[in-house]
């Protein structure tokens, strides 16, 4: 309750293997593709699948990425980590007990249920993500460490509603809901009878897109930024201004 924890995924739900969600699976792979986007926000009631893609994603990100979950009841020293001030008084030296920030970095850090987390936790959360530096002050000894990651958060909007200046923090925000055509959602529950059924099987199964998906993903990576030529940038800044999106982040 509240430790939060490593998760290790041999056999998880292949992302390839999800119905529908198109939007979401887009939002997530490019956020795998350029960090700087600032993580990915899934929107949803509860049996949206929301936590079944974050944990796809982490996957089929190159070099087999960690994926940590934040549970609701962490406390800020199990997320951003303690300093041993015993031990550091006594001559033994500044030792850091690192917390979740710590395991996450170079990998995948899921929120779930963001919108019921403390607000000093989200902000220490989200400015963390920003930086990708995580300091770690108590009694004024400080200590700081890397903290690179992919920041996916996910909520159920019946629950309560992220604060605006919260919701802002993250690039890409998706609404993730059970289709509406019963041939889809009949299919999607066979899938995950299947799954349940047999874990190693539909692993198997969905090797070939899952394989492939990742390989786009890591090819795509190795390349560099991509160049952005004028006329882009400008039918973008049409666009955006169409929907009446404001600022210049989008």
């Not at 529908?20 to 490019?30: C, F, H, I, Q």
């Amino acid at each position: 309750m509240g430790g939060g924890r490593l998760v290790t995924l041999p056999t998880h739900y292949p992302l390839s293997a999800v119905v529908g969600a198109d939007d979401a699976k887009l939002a997530l792979t490019l956020a795998a593709l350029d960090p700087a986007i600032g993580g990915v926000l899934l929107r949803g009631e509860k049996g949206s699948a929301k936590s079944t893609l974050a944990r796809g994603l982490a996957a089929v990100l190159p070099g087999g990425a960690r994926f940590v979950e934040l549970p609701v009841g962490a406390t800020e020293d199990r997320l951003v980590g303690s300093l041993d001030l015993a031990e550091a008084l006594t001559g033994g030296g500044m030792r850091l007990r690192p917390g979740l920030l710590a395991a996450a970095h170079g990998g995948v850090l899921y929120v779930d249920e963001v919108n019921l987390l403390p607000d000093h936790l989200v902000d220490a959360l989200l400015d963390v993500a920003a930086s990708g530096i995580n300091r770690v002050e108590r009694e004024g000894v400080a200590h700081s460490h890397p903290a690179r990651f992919m920041l996916i958060g996910s909520m159920n909007p019946e629950e309560g509603e992220l604060r605006p200046q919260l919701l802002d923090r993250f690039g890409l925000c998706v609404d993730v809901g059970a289709s509406t055509d019963p041939a889809l959602r009949a299919r999607a529950v066979r899938r995950r009878l299947g799954f349940d059924a047999s874990p190693a099987a539909a692993a198997e199964t969905w090797a070939p897109q899952e394989a492939e998906l990742r390989d786009r993903v890591a090819a795509v990576l190795a390349g560099g930024p991509a160049t952005l030529e004028d006329e882009l940038i400008e039918s973008v800044s049409r666009l955006c201004v169409s929907v009446g999106a404001e600022g210049l982040r989008a």
